[in-house]
């Protein structure tokens, strides 16, 4: 093929392309996904990733105060009057001392980085700006999405800044109210069916086919792409050195499919002398990843991947009728759509994967807390996940690992209140009927008289 970006097969053994523009998102040879393929031959590339750092500095120009945009060279799939932003990527990577000394790290070796300053509050925004700028190229007046509730979040905000319409697909009581308020918030047609994520995915995937609404879920290869500047940014954060390791939360998959991309990418033009290892950690309620790679050997062998592996699984699954089930709702997710192309990220980047239950992603969510940056409960899962592979020996104590945390507190509310509560009925009603029965680092509200001794004595004994 001629064209300098189009979409590619991820299967090398098959070959096959789709034009630019194509809304399918599938290999039109044998049905698999798509990467978005560029020809580096045959476009401009930075000699030095600390080209960069001037645009950073240009505020007032939107495309270089976007936290993706402004790294636009390296996700050149659209002329800059086509890219769409709302100011995405005004992110940190903040030093953790206290939750590094948490795991078991040495001091200075955590970076936390933050995606709940996005402006849907998670690192959806990322992909979002990147999809919604390639509906704009293809003519897309409808943009269509399944959802545990940060994805319609955040297709609700682009669709409302873009003029487009927004519809929404989620599962029966399975989204937070406090992303399920965005949506309506912002305009989003709201479908809620009888099922969970896997079964809302299913059925958009088909209603966008039948009424050629343009398609969000991260099966759509142009959102992963935006989100490969959240590694970009962490590299910039950490003056363009690669660190370690790099520790995500697992749901969809499309996060380590995207952050191997790009450091593939910039590895092969010569851009950084080496790849990071990466850890996907899911939840021990929805750990099909975890299962098929860790327990049953699942590799990306080439591109030769085993699917009676997968077929298997998943007809067990279905046969015991077993939904996930973790308070970690942004994860929620058994059948993810990203799978092939997390294998091949794994064996990119050397990785490997873990499970975590409720009660430590809780735990570490409260540390991540008192260190005052606030994440739902699958953000935690990455801090979780990282005391665990530290206590296990795979990963050194003195290295420099970053940790994404991928959404706001503000996005599960609940949770929060019900671990630090003292009102053992809320705790029960919202933890205590998912197994959690202790957390090690409740805040509770202090009880007191409105008597001013008694509250000046609380005080005191408290602060």
């Not at 965005?182 to 958009?204: K, M, N, P, S, Y």
């Amino acid at each position: 093929m001629a064209e300098t970006v189009f979409q590619q097969c991820i299967d090398p053994a098959c070959g096959g392309t789709a034009d630019l523009r194509d809304t399918a998102f599938r290999c039109p040879r044998c049905g698999g996904l798509l990467d978005v393929a560029y020809d580096w031959n045959r476009l401009p590339v930075p000699t030095s990733l600390k080209h960069f750092e001037a645009k950073a500095a240009n505020r007032s120009n939107p495309l270089d105060f976007s936290g993706v945009w402004r790294f636009r060279e390296l996700l050149p799939f659209a002329p800059e009057p086509a890219l769409v932003t709302i100011g995405e990527g005004q992110t940190l990577c903040q030093r953790a001392d206290a939750v590094a000394q948490y795991v078991g790290l040495n001091v200075g070796g955590l970076f936390l980085q933050y995606e709940g300053m996005n402006p849907s509050g998670s690192f959806k925004d990322n992909g979002m700006c990147a999809a919604f700028t390639h509906a704009r190229l293809t003519g897309a007046t409808r943009a269509a999405c399944a959802s545990t509730g940060n994805t319609s979040a955040s297709l609700a905000v682009y669709a409302a800044a873009s003029d487009t319409r927004a519809i929404v697909f989620i599962g029966s009581g399975k989204i937070s109210y406090g992303k399920l308020s965005q949506a309506l918030e912002h305009g989003a047609l709201t479908v809620q069916i009888e099922g969970d994520f896997d079964d809302a995915l299913g059925r958009v995937q088909e209603v966008s086919r039948q009424l050629g609404i343009y398609l969000v879920n991260s099966v759509n290869p142009f959102r992963l792409e935006g989100q490969k500047a959240i590694m970009y940014r962490v590299l910039e954060a950490l003056q363009w050195e690669v660190p370690d390791w790099v520790v995500v939360p697992g749901g969809n998959l499309g996060n380590v499919s995207s952050f191997a991309k790009a450091f593939s990418e910039l590895h092969a033009l010569g851009l950084i002398a080496r790849v990071p290892r990466l850890a996907v950690i899911n939840a021990a309620g929805a750990n099909t990843f975890y299962h098929l790679h860790e327990n049953h050997g699942l590799r990306w062998n080439g591109g030769q991947f085993d699917r009676a592996k997968i077929d298997t699984y998943y007809a067990a699954l279905d046969a015991s009728g077993r939904k996930p089930d973790t308070l970690a709702s942004a994860i929620e997710i058994n059948r993810p759509v990203n799978l092939p192309k997390a294998l091949r990220a794994l064996d990119r980047c050397n990785g490997v994967v873990r499970a975590v239950p409720d009660t430590d992603m809780l735990d570490a969510k409260a540390k991540v807390g008192a260190g005052g940056l606030g994440c739902e409960p699958a953000s935690a899962a990455s801090v979780a996940g990282l005391r665990e592979l530290v206590r296990e020996g795979v990963i050194d104590k003195a290295v420099r690992v970053v940790c994404v945390l991928t959404g706001h507190l503000l996005k599960d509310p609940d949770e929060t209140v019900a671990y630090h509560s003292a009102d053992a009925a809320l705790f029960d009603a919202k933890l205590g009927a998912r197994g959690v029965k202790q957390v090690a680092f409740a805040n509770r509200a202090v009880r007191v008289p409105n008597d001013l001794t008694e509250i000046v004595r609380a005080i005191e004994r408290r602060a």
